[in-house]
């Protein structure tokens, strides 16, 4: 079964940069779309962006667009999401997650999608002055 580990989350300023990383545990090639979604206290799950295992296919949601870049390294097989201009409204739990399915030529990091099967246990991101 994929298991999905995520890293890069810490303490930042408002205004400074993160790079999350999303990477497949145990050897497993990540050849599966993979969304990136966020749950802070007392809200409903966010989804993010998403990137697909063919072309690199992306979409955002509008919400995040401009701040957020979603890529992926086939050679490091981990997927990464970029995130500029901190605000203190972005502080939450970053979760990673992979289609049930490998190769999909679509993504929609809409959180009712139902194709979203795999999820990392999150990182966390905290943004304070």
């Known amino acids: 079964q994929l298991q999905l580990v995520e890293s890069g989350g810490g303490s930042v300023q408002p205004g400074g940069s993160l790079r999350l990383s999303c990477a497949a545990s145990?050897?497993?090639?990540?050849?599966?779309?993979i969304g990136w979604f966020r749950q802070a206290p007392g809200k409903e799950r966010e989804g993010l962006a998403c990137?697909?295992?063919?072309?690199?296919?992306?979409q955002y949601a509008d919400s995040v667009k401009g701040r957020f870049t979603i890529s992926r390294d086939y050679d490091k097989n981990t997927v990464y999401l970029q995130i500029h201009s901190l605000r203190p409204e972005d502080s939450a739990v970053y979760y990673c997650?992979?289609?049930?399915?490998?190769?999909?030529?679509?993504?929609?990091?809409?959180?009712?999608?139902?194709?979203?099967?795999?999820w990392g246990q999150g990182t966390h991101v905290a943004v304070s002055s």
């Open positions: 997650a992979a289609h049930a399915t490998p190769y999909a030529r679509t993504c929609t990091s809409a959180t009712d999608d139902g194709r979203w099967r795999f």
């Open positions: 145990g050897g497993i090639t990540l050849d599966h779309a």
């Open positions: 990137i697909t295992y063919i072309g690199s296919r992306t």
